[in-house]
């Protein structure tokens, strides 16, 4: 019986992190997809927050988006960072990407 039990608990410890796994690829996915809306677009009018609906098991996920643009030396190059955000059993968590964009 108790290693039955112990079984159990390794399946959900194994479902749990397969979860977590998956909502970061998730959410790496839609940093994609707004990178290279980013990348195509012209330097002004990039920083708007957003919440993407990002499908997880069937099920939509809410992810928050944050797009910034930030001004470096030389000033024709900017950094772009994209932000996405989800909560999880309570608790938040985020994936970041960067890159750098000439005119």
Known sequence: MVGLLGLLQAVNVA???NLRNQLRDEAGRIADEQMKYMRERPFSNVSTPRIIKGDMRGFKKDYV???ESKSMTPSTS???IITVGWLYKNASSHYQLR???SE
Request: aromatic share 0%; no cysteine.
């Open 15 to 17: 479902t749990e992190h």
């Open 65 to 67: 988006v944050v797009l």
């Open 78 to 80: 900017r950094e772009l």
């Open 99 to 101: 890159t750098v964009k």
